[in-house]
């Protein structure tokens, strides 16, 4: 089958060939060319998934990176107070939960997903708009990070937070450093933080959304 449409040029060579190319078989006799068509054509899709499989594992690696980060390595924590002080508040809910996981609008996020082609921030060119970036240094946020900053201060929980040398980040994300530390010292406070820290949130994604909207 292959030889007869090698030899006549058709579609199916040079299917196989772009397949060859496309997949990096470059350089191996990956198939016999005596096999059937279906034969080929299931070598192919088998090696088409282990290429799929190990990319995904990749991806998986960099997207869960900082929610280990944030839960000191352990994975699977108790429930996170964010998901019961101020439990109405269902969109900044998801939009922390998107954030912690690395799945989320960010650029770095969507180019993992091959939804964007590149990671860079789309309003001040940085190289990767990953989470961090996103919460602790995009000048487009900086005015929601001073209303931020003076809610923690309000609610008499600043210094602390300065302090213990918090990142932005580790305190909107719900470090769990962070919550251990409220626990101990903030408990009473630890509900209308949470306030503050969602009414950031919705300031930034909404911002983040229209600046999108921009952009098409």
Request: positive net charge; contains cysteine.
């Amino acid at each position: 089958m292959y030889l007869l449409n090698e030899e006549k040029g058709l579609t199916w060579a040079k299917t196989c060939s772009r397949w060859s190319d496309l997949v990096n078989f470059s350089g191996l006799r990956w198939w016999n060319r005596r096999e059937s068509k279906r034969e080929i054509e299931s070598k192919i899709r088998a090696h088409a998934w282990d290429q799929y499989r190990r990319r995904i594992e990749t991806e998986v690696r960099a997207t869960t990176r900082l929610f280990m980060t944030l839960n000191e390595g352990k994975g699977v924590i108790e429930e996170s107070p964010y998901l019961y002080f101020n439990s109405h508040r269902r969109q900044e809910i998801m939009d922390i939960f998107r954030l912690r996981a690395g799945f989320n609008t960010t650029s770095y996020s969507q180019n993992l997903r091959h939804l964007m082609q590149s990671t860079k921030c789309e309003k001040c060119n940085w190289i990767n708009e990953d989470e961090m970036h996103l919460l602790n240094d995009c000048f487009l946020y900086e005015d929601d990070r001073a209303n931020l900053l003076l809610g923690l201060e309000e609610n008499g929980v600043l210094e602390g937070v300065i302090r213990k040398r918090f990142m932005l980040h580790e305190v909107v994300l719900y470090a769990e450093k962070f919550v251990i530390w409220m626990k101990e010292e903030h408990a009473g406070r630890f509900g209308d933080v949470d306030n503050e820290i969602k009414n950031f949130i919705y300031r930034v994604m909404k911002k983040k959304e229209r600046n999108a909207a921009k952009q098409r």
